[in-house]
């Protein structure tokens, strides 16, 4: 008897102490936001090299864009993508005083109350930086429902809810040409002046560094200026570049490129084209029709048809754009010449009423100046506080 009142109380501690085990495990497993946010706690912001440091330092002392403080609160950064300095030095003229950025922050700058008027100030200050009107509208329609249900409270949540909305308008995809097939054909299209040739010059720099073959198709063969430019290109990056003889048909350069391309095991034909045409051929007619051929010489080509914006045209870029993706199929956008406008607001209203994917974007002319285009990097870089201003505050 004795024995079997003790084999009863050892049988109910084994089941309690079981019961109580698998309680504890559900209880951690339920609580995965609160490991999240340890995790998050501990990750520490990308560190920056000495040499990284002084480009930041160097940058900020023009640069006046910097998140508001909310109530006089320091507001930390958010963690930095990598290598958000370049992008943001490229940035420059957008995040000054009298640049996009610049005049965002200067209108929320130690303001603890918010003017009511503040939304027709963005407002303002969005249509003046090429944003579009369209796209103007839409951001605004959600500021001022913010504002109007007092979720908007202060300069910081304004200034976070328009950060929200870019990167909602930028992400939509973009980022560095896949080189899958081989050869990848590119075909670079645009107006003239915007930076084909140029950005075709730091592509090649680029996947050469990468270890891809990279070839050079020589495919404005209306000015004898466009094949010499693109040979300078060739000999500095150290890649071949095919050409045909001046006013030849610009398709059959690009045909003979990517047969070349495929008896020498090339990865990437880059195939420029000019921007204005000299004959009587319309230029959407010529780059149909070079399209075509491309298809001839290798399947599924052009693998990709990025066309080539000039930032500084500021609502003419997205007029362009619209006008080429009638035309042919694109699948990206470079935008180049970024360092040059104070506005910078177009890539917004490209993205938001195009859906046109961003590739790259030009900051400057030279080999290293054309950056991947990142969502997160390019907001950070554009709204973020540089690494002083976060030590100032
Ligand atoms: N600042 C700056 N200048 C750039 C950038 N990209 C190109 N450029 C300059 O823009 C000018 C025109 O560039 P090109 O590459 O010749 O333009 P394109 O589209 O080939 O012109 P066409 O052949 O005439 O159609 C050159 O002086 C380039 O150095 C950039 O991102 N920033
Ligand atoms: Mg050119």
Not at 17 to 34: D, I, M, N, W, Y
Not at 78 to 91: E, I, Q, S
Not at 277 to 285: A, E, H, I
Not at 380 to 385: H, K, Q, R, T
Request: aromatic content about 4%; proline content about 4%; some cysteine.
């Amino acid at each position: 008897m004795t024995y079997a009142i003790i084999a009863v109380v050892v049988l109910v501690v084994i089941v309690l102490f079981v019961l109580l085990s698998r309680k504890q495990e559900q209880g951690e497993a339920g609580l995965p936001s609160r490991r999240v946010e340890a995790r998050a706690k501990s990750v520490k912001p990308a560190h920056l090299t000495p040499e990284e440091r002084a480009k930041e330092a160097e940058a900020a002392k023009k640069d006046t864009a910097r998140p508001p403080e909310a109530g006089g609160r320091s507001v930390p950064a958010p963690r930095a993508p990598r290598d958000v300095a370049a992008m943001r030095k490229g940035l420059a003229k957008a995040r000054s005083e009298s640049g996009f950025l610049g005049r965002l922050a200067t209108l929320f700058a130690g303001k603890k109350e918010l003017d009511p008027e503040i939304a027709d100030q963005v407002e303002e200050i969005l249509l003046s930086s090429d944003v579009g009107v369209a796209t103007t509208h839409a951001i605004l329609a959600r500021l001022r429902e913010g504002l109007s249900k007092h979720e908007l409270s202060s300069s910081q949540a304004v200034w976070d809810a328009l950060r929200t909305e870019a990167t909602r308008i930028l992400e939509i995809g973009g980022g560095r040409i896949q080189v899958g097939n081989k050869p990848t054909v590119v075909f670079m299209v645009g107006v003239n002046g915007t930076g084909k040739t140029t950005t075709i010059g730091k592509l090649a720099t680029k996947f050469k560094a990468e270890g891809r073959s990279v070839l050079l198709a020589a495919g404005d063969t209306f000015r004898a200026a466009a094949v010499q430019q693109l040979e300078v290109w060739g000999k500095r990056v150290g890649c071949e570049v095919v050409k045909g003889k001046e006013g030849a048909d610009p398709g059959a350069v690009i045909f003979d490129a990517i047969q070349k391309a495929k008896q020498s095991g090339i990865d990437l034909v880059l195939a420029d084209t000019a921007g204005r045409l000299q004959t009587k051929t319309p230029l959407m007619d010529e780059l149909k029709k070079i399209a075509r051929t491309m298809q001839k010489a290798a399947e599924g080509a052009p693998h990709e048809t990025l066309l080539v914006l000039d930032a500084t045209n500021g609502q003419n870029a997205t007029s362009q754009a619209k006008m080429f993706q009638e035309a042919i199929p694109l699948t990206g956008i470079v935008l180049t010449k970024l360092d040059g406008t104070a506005k910078g607001g177009v890539i917004l209203g490209i993205c938001d009423e195009l859906k046109i994917p961003v590739r790259y974007v030009g900051l400057g002319e030279r080999a290293d100046d054309l950056r991947e285009f990142i969502a997160d990097e390019f907001v950070e870089a554009l709204f973020g506080a540089s690494a002083e201003e976060t030590v100032a505050a």
